[in-house]
């Protein structure tokens, strides 16, 4: 039976018809990966907003805020239209981590996003020189598949953790809530996830979506009329739920007053790095820089698995696309002072949603840019409402591990360490690292050294450096 002809323009450039979509799946596919991602408006604010430069400066929760959904809108858009695959992008978590509390006690705010911009024009120009699409082909499917598995994984714990269904232990590394059930907030939690999961094991057109929405519903009367439990220690993780009481609480002007900062360092910043230490800053610059590269390798893969938009080999289309994009939204986010920007996992929350192609993003964006001028509303979603949804999409792409061939050592181990490293080390692009050494490493062994793409022996002595910067940082002094 022929397949159905593509219909107009918007049909063709995003390939509805080939791709299994529709206009309002992938409406309501970016509607839920938004959802699933705003927190990034909220949580990015206090990590970069709070720190102190080498100069005690901060740059202020509200300004952060207005730049990090501004800077989310204009990626997401890019990466839909130049991409045509449904990833959103925003402020990278751990990447803004490494600026925070890495880059920023050395040198001036505006020294550390002219680092980003650095960053991101250098892999651009591996991408351009084609050697970032290479490297992505080099790896082998299994290990592809794998590290779809590690990223289903690190969101499943990453909703966990961010709903406070699993904390820190006393005595253990980490434990059920602070040693049980305990507060509404969790509650608020578990009722989401068995809504969400009932809703998507019955076929429910919207189900994350729909169970986002109940959630925070729920969040919001609990927190009304019975209060969080806050003196008890049992409160929200992050945004405490509360209706709006004026137009205050709805609508903000977004205050831009970072955009640019980059710029107002002055022209000695090449004296302040030596001062610094010319290798210290290339060493930071590279640290950004592998992190982001298999960050957005690893999202791009795992959520085009649970896509389906991946062929035989795990291989797919016009991945320059998405890494351009990629690049660009880096740039944009140094630019705008708003981190690392970088392909999200959350994007697997549109695609349980049905989404296929690049107007899920645009539809994200488009979100992000009223997110802007409502941050107040965006906060209204604690986690603890969120948080299930990625819970699930973790069970979505666990599911793909069936595909891997444990009987092979190679990709058995190189597979097995991608999958629990992700999320033991709360880092895509470790999780990566580790896999690929594992498998480079299991192949010598074998006496099969051969068979390992020279790339691939090229990344594992970099990720070798990597993963030793601490001894590499004592030897410089």
């Known amino acids: 039976m022929p397949s159905k002809a593509p219909s107009g323009f918007m049909d063709r450039y995003f390939r509805f018809t080939e791709r299994g979509s529709n206009l309002s799946t992938e409406l ?38 207005a730049v990090t959904a501004l800077v989310a809108a204009i990626s997401c858009v890019l990466m839909g239209i130049v ?99 305990n507060g509404w907030p969790i509650v608020v939690f578990v009722l989401g996830l068995l809504v969400s999961v009932a809703l998507y094991v019955r076929r429910v057109k919207g189900a994350l979506l729909i169970g986002i929405v109940l959630a925070t519903v729920v ?36 205050d831009l007053s970072l955009v640019g900062l980059f710029a107002e360092g002055g022209g000695d910043v090449l004296a302040r790095w030596n001062e610094i230490g010319f290798a210290t800053v290339l060493m930071l610059v590279f640290t950004l820089l592998l992190a982001d590269f298999f ?15 991946v062929d035989e080999d795990g291989d797919m289309e016009n991945t320059r696309g998405v890494l351009v994009a990629d690049s660009f939204g880096t740039i944009l986010g140094g630019l705008g002072s708003a981190s690392v920007n970088t392909v999200y996992a959350e994007s697997a929350a549109g695609v349980g949603e049905g989404a296929r192609t690049g107007v899920a993003p645009i539809v994200t964006g488009g979100m992000m ?42 990709l058995g181990i190189g597979s097995f360490l991608a999958i629990i490293m992700m999320p033991f080390t709360y880092s895509i692009a470790n999780g990566i690292g580790f896999g690929l050494l594992g498998y480079a490493f299991v192949r010598l062994v074998q ?3 051969n068979q390992v793409h020279p790339l691939l022996w090229v990344i594992s002595v970099i990720f070798l450096v990597h993963f030793a910067e601490a001894p590499i940082y004592a030897l410089l002094g």
């Open 219 to 254: 969040a919001i009367l609990v927190e009304t009329v019975l209060g969080s439990g806050e003196a008890d220690g049992l409160g929200w993780s992050l945004t405490v739920p509360s209706l709006p009481t004026g137009v205050g609480d709805v609508v903000a002007l977004p």
């Open 295 to 309: 960050d957005t390798m690893g999202t791009m893969v795992g959520v085009a698995y649970e896509a389906g938009l």
């Open 447 to 449: 006496g099969k050294a």
């Open 28 to 65: 309501r596919g970016g509607l839920a990966t938004f959802f699933a991602m705003a927190y990034i408006v909220v949580l990015n604010p206090l990590i970069i907003g709070t720190a102190e430069d080498v100069n005690g400066e901060t740059l202020g929760i509200p300004q952060v805020a």
């Open 369 to 410: 840019l009223l997110a802007t001028f409502f941050t107040p509303l965006v906060s209204l979603v604690p986690f603890e409402a969120a948080t299930p949804v990625l819970v699930l999409v973790g069970f979505m792409m666990m599911t793909q591990v069936v595909n891997i061939d444990f009987r092979d050592p190679a």
């Open 83 to 181: 991409s045509r695959y449904p990833f959103a992008i925003a402020a990278g978590m751990g990447l803004n981590a490494v600026i925070a509390y890495g880059l920023a006690p050395l040198m001036p705010w505006a020294d550390v996003f002219l680092l980003v911009i650095i960053e991101g024009v250098l892999l651009l120009v591996l991408v351009l020189t084609g050697f970032r699409t290479a490297v992505f082909a080099a790896i082998p499917p299994g290990i592809k598949t794998a590290i779809a598995v590690g990223v289903g994984l690190f969101l499943a714990l990453i909703g966990l953790v961010n709903a406070g269904f699993v904390q820190a232990g006393e005595g253990t590394p980490v434990q059920l809530g602070d040693g049980g059930l």
